[in-house]
């Protein structure tokens, strides 16, 4: 079954870490997520302030300065994996180093259509 | 055996086999839902036919027979629905292992797990266990939540929909997980006992509406764990309290407080039940919340032989008990168990030293203040705050008490 696991942070801890430990610790996440065989996708994403926002009403194009909203929280990356069930998902959303500094989202993917794939 | 305590008889019997027929489908198919409907028909037909025709031999199998309809109907949308599929094929695996074999397996520990899972919502963990496990309507769980019966049921499907679609695993949880998830089930069943009910460390209400079930749910955790001490220490506690219930009230609906409740109204049986599961449980030599609190109440039942409590004993487990599980409740137990050992300014204390926002509207602090006020000779002060407390109560019982005692 394939989660998402969105790294939800605070602003000041956006930026793409410097701190070499916090590089180590990232890293060795990544590798781990790949050495178990789970990781399908992931990304880092940049700064909310430089977000655009895009809608069409009435066959008009929008465009707005983002970010989507104002909240002590921003979206700042996320993980794709495929484990056999939600503890697991929630064992690996623990691992992120992230978790330590905001909190982790879980989320199934696709939901029914998944879920009737996994044999349970 | 009287005829309403043969149809109780009856019901445990279909309520267990229903909850073992969820559990086992449920468990293989990740649906509660689709377990649940399922079986549905055939579980009300049970309670209709077994009181008379007898608890049938293979009562699974009777079940699985009679879901057959339902079954059958559930294959007609398979062809439409897809997911459905597993289930159906499940049913008959079922009705196979059913029939052949003289024990059908028990799934309910995982089904226990799953629902008391810290990724459903705390408020649907004890309505969803009274509902896959006893098999109760969510009409009856609602009234005993105090929540309209779609409200519940809302909470009821978006949780069973949460388990299939987040993928909540029916298994055992292992250490390290094991202790906090045993907590999240002791908890849920604990809140079924207390649904409705304001204060159940002493007993200080009337109203109790799924008293029974929770004890079911109780004893069917022990059965299910038999070497975890807090599951025999939940089963003590809640059996000590039932025990005393024809003496809570007197016959005109007049509330009575626990020490001087009239011991010959006491179910012996159930204070022997408690006791013995007390003992169970010391002997695994694990202490905790529960055991402790079986232990306070097993204290109180020893006034129905000695004529007295053991109030410094009760102090000294209450002592315990605020310092593994720091709730009011026991704060409030503490300071009366101090004042009731003699020292009143000492029990006193101990109650104003419970953090003002979680004591403001909490009826049993403001009952334990008035009544330390009182033996205080403080009088005019206890007069208040029993009329304060009296405010804060739902119970008409206990309501028309805490006045008569402001007016004293």
């Not at chain 2, 094929?89 to 520990?109: K, W």
């Not at chain 2, 004993?313 to 409030?332: F, H, N």
């Amino acid at each position: 079954m394939k989660y998402i696991l969105l790294v939800h942070v605070p602003k000041d801890s956006l930026a793409a870490p410097t701190d070499p430990a916090a590089v180590a610790a990232g890293r060795a996440y990544g590798e781990a997520l790949r050495a178990a065989g789970i990781f399908v996708a992931g990304v880092g994403l940049g700064s909310p302030d430089n977000a655009t926002i895009v809608s069409v009403r009435d066959g008009k194009r929008q465009v707005q300065d983002g970010p989507y909203a104002e909240s002590k929280e921003f979206l700042g990356g996320f993980v794709v994996i495929d484990v056999p069930d939600l503890d697991a998902a929630l064992e690996w959303a623990a691992r992120n180093p992230s978790a330590a500094l905001g909190s982790i989202e879980v989320l199934p993917l696709g939901g029914s259509y998944f879920a009737a794939s996994t044999g349970r | 055996m009287s005829e309403s305590a043969t149809h109780a008889a009856v019901e445990a019997v279909a309520r267990n086999s229903y909850g073992r027929l969820v559990a086992y489908l449920a468990a293989r198919s990740g649906d509660v839902a689709g377990a649940e409907d399922a079986l549905s028909e055939a579980f009300g037909a049970a309670l209709r036919r077994w009181p008379a025709d007898g608890v049938p031999e293979k009562p699974e199998a009777w079940l699985l027979h009679a879901a057959r309809h339902r079954l059958i109907d559930a294959a007609r949308h398979a062809q439409v629905r897809k997911r459905n599929e597993p289930l159906l094929r499940l049913a008959g695996e079922a009705e196979e292992i059913a029939t052949t074999f003289p024990i059908f397996p028990d799934e309910r520990l995982k089904l226990l797990f799953v629902c008391a899972h810290p990724a459903i919502d705390i408020a649907a963990r004890t309505p969803l266990m009274l509902q896959t496990v006893l098999g109760l309507d969510a009409a009856r769980i609602a009234s005993a939540f105090l929540v309209s019966p779609a409200a519940m049921e809302q909470r009821l499907v978006r949780a069973k929909t949460k388990i299939r679609e987040a993928g909540v695993p029916f298994c055992v949880p292992e250490p390290p997980q094991w202790d906090e998830r045993v907590v999240f089930v002791l908890d849920a069943i604990y809140s079924a006992y207390t649904a409705g009910w304001e204060s159940a460390i002493d007993g200080g209400s009337t109203h109790h509406a799924l008293a029974h079930e929770a004890v079911a749910l109780g004893r069917t955790l022990v059965s299910l764990l038999p070497d975890e001490p807090e599951a025999h220490g939940l089963l003590a506690l809640m059996l000590h309290c039932e025990a005393r219930r024809p003496a809570r009230a007197t016959s005109e609906g007049a509330f009575v407080p626990l020490d001087r409740q009239d011991t010959a109204l006491w179910l012996q049986p159930l204070i022997d039940e408690a006791e013995k599961h007390l003992r169970v449980a010391s002997a695994l030599k694990r202490l905790g919340r529960y055991q402790l609190e079986a232990a306070i109440q097993s204290i109180h039942a020893h006034r129905a032989v000695g004529g007295a409590i053991d109030w410094p004993e009760i102090a000294l487990l209450y002592e315990g008990l605020v310092r593994l599980a720091p709730t009011i409740g026991a704060q409030v137990g503490r300071a009366v168990a101090l004042a009731e050992t003699g020292d009143g300014a000492a029990g006193l204390a101990a109650l104003d030293a419970v953090a003002a926002d979680r004591s403001a509207n909490y009826q049993p602090w403001w009952a334990a203040r008035a009544h330390l006020l009182r033996r205080l000779r403080r009088h005019a002060e206890a007069r208040e705050a029993f009329a304060h407390a009296a405010g804060l109560t739902e119970d008409p019982a206990l309501r028309a008490y805490l006045l008569e005692r402001a007016a004293r």
